[in-house]
Structure formats: structure tokens, C-alpha cells
């Protein structure tokens, strides 16, 4: 790995579903960044939808070629926000922004503390998710 092409960003105990973390990283992998923020905006509009391959069971098809899917509104505007820190530090490290590939996503689950007040017993969902970019330099 050459890691002056590389930029990377890391969420740590995000609000939202692991399992949705999970459904979304995989879909965004080995994507290019821009492609991946344009489609994000529309999942949160529920225009287009993230592909299921995992955890699909009792979920219903969504139109177009892509079998059971869904809209993680919640968990897309938190990737938005990472994908967003994610090319700001490729600009900083002096990288192409519109080359930008994701080359690893992964979410994995964080800690489950116990909601406060009347909803004792319930726990939050949380997840950690790591984002990578590599991308070519621009020449100075």
C-alpha cells in the first residue's frame, strides 16, 4: 500500500444500525466518491434504493434490477457527513478529489449503553465505521 495515495476517515460510535452500516459499505465499495455521494442524497430521498445482500429477509423488491432493497435515511446522512471529512483530507493530502475510489469501508459494532429514562432496558445502537480512499496526486 502507498499511503501517500491514500486518505482515510474513522466514525466512531455512530447512532445507526450496524446491520444498515454493513448493507451500505458494501454497496459503496470499490466505487468512486462522487458516484457514491450523488446516489447517497437520492437514497435519502427514497428515489433510489441500497441493494440488499445480507440481511434481506421479509424485505420487499424495489423497482429497477436490484431485488430486495431498502432506504436507510439515517445511516445514508451519516455517511454523507463521513464521505465528506473523507475529501476534505484527500484535499489536504494534495490528491485528485474526482479520482477517488473507495477502496475499504467496513462497519463494525460499537457499544451498546443503556437508553435513559422510562425505556429501561432498551439499548442504543451504535457502529464504528472506517472509510479509505486512494486516489491519484496531482502534480505541482
Do not use: W
Amino acid at each position: 500500500m502507498d499511503k501517500e495515495n491514500i486518505a482515510r476517515v474513522k466514525g466512531l460510535d455512530l447512532p445507526i444500525s450496524t446491520k444498515h452500516s454493513i448493507e451500505i459499505c458494501d454497496y459503496i465499495r470499490y466505487k468512486a466518491l462522487t458516484k457514491i455521494k450523488k446516489y447517497l442524497e437520492l437514497v435519502i430521498e427514497e428515489k433510489e434504493a441500497i441493494p440488499l445482500k445480507r440481511f434481506h429477509k421479509d424485505r420487499g423488491h424495489r423497482k429497477g434490477n436490484i431485488g430486495p432493497g431498502f432506504y436507510p435515511r439515517k445511516a445514508a446522512k451519516e455517511f454523507i457527513i463521513l464521505l465528506n471529512s473523507l475529501e476534505a483530507n484527500a484535499k489536504n493530502q494534495g490528491l485528485n478529489v474526482n479520482d477517488l475510489i473507495i477502496s475499504k469501508a467496513i462497519a463494525n459494532k460499537a457499544s451498546t449503553p443503556h437508553k435513559y429514562g422510562r425505556k429501561r432496558g432498551l439499548k442504543t445502537k451504535r457502529t464504528h465505521i472506517e472509510l479509505m480512499a486512494e486516489g491519484k496526486e496531482i502534480k505541482k
